[in-house]
């Protein structure tokens, strides 16, 4: 082979490695930037494990946990509650508003609440009635029913106002409530609670409860979804067919986690307000039983109150 031969072989190698990575340069496929999981709904959304604390929290695999946003209620819980909806619920019209407050949290036995949606816009102004005396320090019920138009977001915001009548910025406050507005029946989902009946065991069994199906929109946390329906009570129609609850009205849930098979639920000492007799006692605790153990994640049962497992619910 001559040297001209080597030459042209030489310079026709360089030609094709230079068009190689030209070619490649301009073709090359633009990589996608990587995702950024920096919140819980998006955390959710890929997959990643929940841990059903207050707030709950997702894990990454980077061990990054990331909180649900639950408004401001952990700061005023001292100050207002909200029983219904709670942060982050699915909701529509019309949407009934309950919680308790304390007394100075009102003016002439009322104050307002607004209903925003995620763009800012506003939705409904309603104004929350006490159903007791307000004129006191303690927590007193609410009540108020919002009507309003479906709006365009998926999100919005809840915010109950402190009455202010003065004006005067450092009387004011709030809490606010994310919630997420229902899109169609799809959004929707069933759950059984558990009561009593008359005519299905007339001769009134402690441990024998009976389960109705309720609607509830869409949730993640479906246990506290049924829990909250339990606690509701039962409808007219339901009472009328024979159901009936051993629970106290107006008891609240203070906690719940679901861990390895394990739901620990915490109530308010309104669980036992005068609550005697064994049967009784047995049948709250069945009633509570059997509402969570329907979930696959649920095999045992902790009931507290306010904190406590021992000496509670004593016959």
């Known amino acids: 082979m001559n040297k001209n031969t080597i030459l042209f ?4 190698a360089l030609v094709v490695l230079v068009g190689a990575v030209a070619y490649f340069a301009v073709n090359k496929t633009t990589e996608a930037p990587a995702v950024v999981i920096d919140n819980f709904d998006l955390c959710v959304a890929s997959g990643y494990p929940v841990m059903e604390s207050y707030p709950r929290q997702c894990r990454t695999p980077d061990g990054k946990n990331l909180a649900e946003d639950i408004g401001n209620e952990i700061e005023k819980t001292d100050m207002i509650k909200i029983d219904n909806p709670r942060p982050n ?23 307002p ?58 009387h ?30 007339p ?24 829990l909250n329906e339990l606690l509701k009570g039962t409808t007219q129609n339901e009472t009328n067919e024979g ?3 051993s629970l106290n009205t107006g008891v609240n849930i203070q906690s719940l986690t679901i861990e390895n098979g394990t739901a620990k639920i915490d109530f308010d000492d309104r669980l036992e307000f ?17 509402t969570l153990t329907q979930f696959p994640t649920v095999d045992n049962v902790i009931i507290s109150i306010n904190g406590r497992t021992e000496d509670i619910l004593q016959p």
Request: aromatic fraction near 10%; charged fraction near 25%.
């Open 274 to 290: 005068q609550v005697g007799g064994s049967c009784r006692v047995s049948t709250i605790r069945t009633q509570i039983t059997e």
């Open 9 to 12: 072989i030489l310079i026709l």
């Open 113 to 170: 609440i607004k209903l925003f949606d995620d763009d800012g816009n506003l939705l409904v102004i309603g104004i929350a009635q006490a159903q007791s005396d307000w004129m006191a320090t303690d927590f007193v019920p609410f009540k108020v029913e919002l009507n309003f138009a479906h709006p365009a977001t998926r999100e919005g915001t809840l915010v109950l106002k402190k009455n202010n009548p003065s004006g005067l910025p450092e």
């Open 203 to 226: 001769e009134f069994s402690c441990n024998k409860v009976f389960a109705v199906e309720r609607e509830v929109p869409r949730t993640q946390t479906v246990a506290r979804a049924a």
């Open 172 to 201: 004011a406050d709030e809490l606010r409530v994310p919630v997420k507005f229902i899109q169609s029946p799809s959004e929707m989902m069933k759950v059984k609670v558990y009561f009593n009946n008359s005519e299905l065991d």
């Open 89 to 111: 619920q699915t909701v529509q019209s019309p949407l009934l508003i309950e919680g308790e407050a304390r007394g100075n949290w009102y003016f002439e036995a009322s104050f």
């Open 243 to 245: 159901f009936f609850t």
